[in-house]
């Protein structure tokens, strides 16, 4: 199981794209995501356009992503104790409906905002589940720990190529048909990523039913995860950036509109650099030889991201917008990306999914009550001032984690080493 350090292009290739399982779901998953970022743009730009209203868009927001907050933990719970595979499939089911109603209303002009805040919180409760099963699931489908590393940093290049295809291909199309258009080929692109989950042949895994109380594996997967130095740090890192960071994203429409003066196609180009930036630290990760290192990348990659935010809240120049957009990018997903590959690396796997559920609760969960600060203070302060609390949060953020990096490597390097993830002789090695 020990990685295989001599080539870092022989790790893309010959890493977990060697897993069929893995192959399936990363062509479908690309597909299905580029749908799922047309809609996110739309809804946005939807939103906005009928209100005008920045405290509306974060509402809306706010409303796409407290499930996550409510049920992130009990659906840790319900994914160790089921099915990964299935409880996917039924969420990506369930998201097709979800879009191909939000299309049906939008596109016979009936859609109004009460819709639109009922079918994102429907969405969030999807999500809720869908997001920490797919987390657990990644180690399924390379049927080891050697290449999950390397299956990590793959997704976010997925994630992040759909990043940047998404928001350009749904800015032409609300310019030239409007929103529905988006909302009903994300609905159909969700057929990919469903055709490719029936296509997989997976090893059925034998669980141990449970008889405690759900309430007790709960307590139980708390008392692992916060009681486990390194796992703490970095949920309480995503936390930290997901309330004051990440945010801005639903403040894009604002920038785009009333600070670059320009339309829907400027959001889109917007989030599409955001998309090139974060799919440039993906590539970085891939190419990466080992785990070794990961904590100080994550507390340059927040640094990186707390800079971009400032940068792009004072600039009024498209192009040093794009500039800025493109390295807040970068961090933002080097950060997701380096916490999550560690996470998922050292954790126990009869508690990922409860695991997975408190990172699903520290990214998706606390974004919410960000979206809600967000809209609030720009309602009050205007958006760039409400952008740059956001940089100096995620700057002070990773100052704070990189003063805890000695305990986080005493604790994090036993692990590795134990699960055979890295050789005896490189204990001593930097994290």
């Given at each position: 199981?020990?990685?295989?350090?001599?080539?870092?292009?022989?790790?893309?290739t010959r890493?977990?794209?060697?897993?069929?399982?893995?192959?399936?779901?990363?062509?479908?998953?690309?597909?299905?995501?580029?749908?799922?970022?047309?809609?996110?743009?739309?809804?946005?730009?939807?939103?906005?356009?009928?209100?005008?209203?920045?405290?509306l868009?974060?509402?809306?927001g706010?409303?796409?992503q407290?499930?996550?907050?409510?049920?992130g933990?009990?659906?840790?719970?319900f994914?160790?104790?089921?099915?990964?595979?299935?409880?996917?499939?039924?969420?990506?089911?369930?998201?097709?409906?979800?879009?191909?109603?939000?299309?049906?209303?939008?596109?016979?002009?009936?859609?109004?905002?009460?819709?639109?805040?009922?079918?994102?919180?429907?969405?969030?409760?999807?999500?809720?589940?869908?997001?920490?099963?797919?987390?657990?699931?990644?180690?399924?489908?390379?049927?080891?720990?050697e290449?999950?590393?390397?299956?990590?940093?793959?997704?976010?290049m997925?994630?992040?190529?759909a990043?940047?295809?998404?928001?350009?291909?749904?800015?032409?199309?609300?310019?030239?048909?409007?929103?529905?258009?988006?909302?009903?080929?994300?609905?159909?692109?969700?057929?990919?990523i469903?055709?490719?989950?029936?296509a997989?042949?997976?090893?059925?895994?034998?669980?141990?039913?449970?008889?405690?109380?759900?309430?007790?594996?709960?307590?139980?997967?708390?008392?692992?995860?916060?009681?486990?130095?390194?796992?703490?740090?970095?949920?309480?890192?995503?936390?930290?950036?997901?309330?004051?960071g990440?945010?801005?994203?639903?403040?894009?429409?604002?920038?785009?509109?009333?600070?670059?003066?320009?339309?829907?196609h400027?959001?889109?180009?917007?989030?599409g650099?955001?998309?090139?930036g974060?799919?440039?630290?993906?590539?970085?990760?891939?190419?990466?030889?080992?785990?070794?290192g990961?904590?100080?990348?994550?507390?340059?990659?927040?640094?990186?991201?707390?800079?971009?935010?400032?940068?792009?809240?004072?600039?009024?120049?498209?192009?040093?917008?794009?500039?800025?957009?493109?390295?807040?990018?970068s961090?933002?997903?080097?950060?997701?990306?380096?916490?999550?590959?560690?996470?998922?690396?050292?954790?126990?796997?009869?508690k990922?999914?409860?695991?997975?559920?408190?990172?699903?609760?520290?990214?998706?969960?606390?974004?919410?009550?960000?979206?809600?600060?967000?809209?609030?203070?720009?309602?009050?302060?205007?958006?760039?001032?409400?952008?740059?609390?956001?940089?100096?949060?995620?700057?002070?953020?990773?100052?704070?984690?990189?003063r805890?990096?000695?305990?986080?490597?005493?604790?994090?390097?036993?692990?590795y080493?134990?699960?055979?993830?890295?050789?005896?002789?490189?204990?001593?090695?930097?994290?």
């Amino acid at each position: 199981m020990q990685l295989n350090e001599t080539n870092p292009k022989s790790r893309f290739t010959r890493g977990a794209l060697r897993h069929r399982n893995y192959r399936l779901f990363f062509v479908g998953q690309g597909l299905s995501l580029v749908g799922t970022w047309m809609q996110r743009i739309a809804v946005s730009w939807l939103v906005y356009r009928l209100t005008g209203s920045a405290f509306l868009l974060g509402f809306v927001g706010f409303a796409g992503q407290i499930p996550t907050f409510i049920f992130g933990s009990f659906a840790g719970v319900f994914i160790d104790r089921s099915s990964r595979y299935r409880i996917l499939l039924i969420t990506q089911i369930l998201a097709t409906v979800q879009s191909a109603l939000l299309a049906f209303l939008t596109l016979t002009g009936h859609v109004a905002v009460w819709h639109i805040f009922l079918l994102s919180l429907s969405l969030g409760v999807i999500n809720a589940f869908d997001m920490p099963a797919r987390q657990s699931f990644v180690v399924d489908m390379v049927e080891g720990r050697e290449d999950l590393p390397n299956a990590i940093a793959l997704t976010s290049m997925v994630v992040n190529g759909a990043r940047l295809a998404g928001p350009a291909l749904a800015g032409l199309a609300v310019a030239a048909f409007g929103e529905g258009v988006c909302f009903l080929l994300n609905a159909l692109s969700f057929v990919t990523i469903i055709v490719a989950l029936l296509a997989m042949k997976i090893k059925q895994v034998e669980r141990k039913p449970s008889t405690a109380h759900p309430w007790h594996d709960l307590k139980e997967g708390y008392r692992y995860a916060f009681g486990f130095a390194p796992i703490r740090y970095l949920l309480l890192l995503l936390g930290l950036m997901s309330i004051m960071g990440m945010p801005f994203q639903v403040l894009m429409p604002v920038f785009a509109k009333d600070v670059l003066h320009g339309g829907a196609h400027t959001l889109g180009f917007l989030m599409g650099t955001l998309g090139v930036g974060a799919l440039v630290a993906a590539g970085y990760l891939v190419s990466r030889k080992s785990v070794l290192g990961l904590g100080r990348v994550t507390v340059a990659m927040c640094l990186l991201f707390g800079l971009g935010l400032i940068g792009f809240s004072l600039s009024h120049q498209i192009i040093l917008s794009y500039i800025a957009i493109f390295f807040a990018g970068s961090g933002m997903m080097g950060a997701l990306t380096s916490c999550n590959t560690i996470i998922q690396t050292v954790v126990d796997d009869e508690k990922r999914g409860r695991v997975m559920g408190f990172h699903a609760m520290a990214i998706m969960g606390m974004a919410p009550f960000g979206s809600l600060m967000a809209g609030s203070l720009a309602s009050h302060i205007g958006a760039p001032n409400t952008v740059v609390l956001g940089g100096i949060s995620c700057i002070a953020a990773s100052l704070l984690f990189a003063r805890k990096l000695p305990a986080f490597r005493k604790a994090v390097h036993p692990v590795y080493v134990a699960r055979k993830i890295i050789a005896v002789d490189k204990i001593s090695g930097p994290l």
